[in-house]
């Protein structure tokens, strides 16, 4: 899953500057910034689906959020299961 949320943020990004949009992913520093914002935005949201969350998260970075700017997940509070699915422990 985290390839296709990089994918479509990536393709929004591209398809967005077309029209003059600013490059809402330049100052996202690593793709564990975003995942870490959709796992938060799952648990409060569990009825939602995936698709609904990465647009919000698109929404909450052409807004400039600062939430995602500079944020680094530290590895010490991740984990990843054995079929790949990394946690991260709040």
């Known amino acids: 899953m985290e390839w296709w949320v990089d994918g479509f943020a990536s393709g929004a990004d591209g398809v967005l500057s077309q029209s ?3 490059d809402f992913l330049k100052n996202v520093e690593g793709g564990n910034a975003l995942f870490s914002w959709i796992d938060n935005y799952c648990r409060s949201n569990p009825r939602d ?5 990465v647009m919000n998260l698109i929404i909450e970075l052409r807004k400039g959020t600062r939430s995602l700017v500079g944020y680094k997940i530290d590895p010490e509070y991740t ?4 079929d790949g699915a990394i946690t991260i422990e709040q």
Do not use: D, F, V
């Open 20 to 22: 003059g949009s600013p």
């Open 49 to 53: 689906l995936l698709p609904i969350a």
């Open 79 to 82: 984990h990843t299961s054995p």
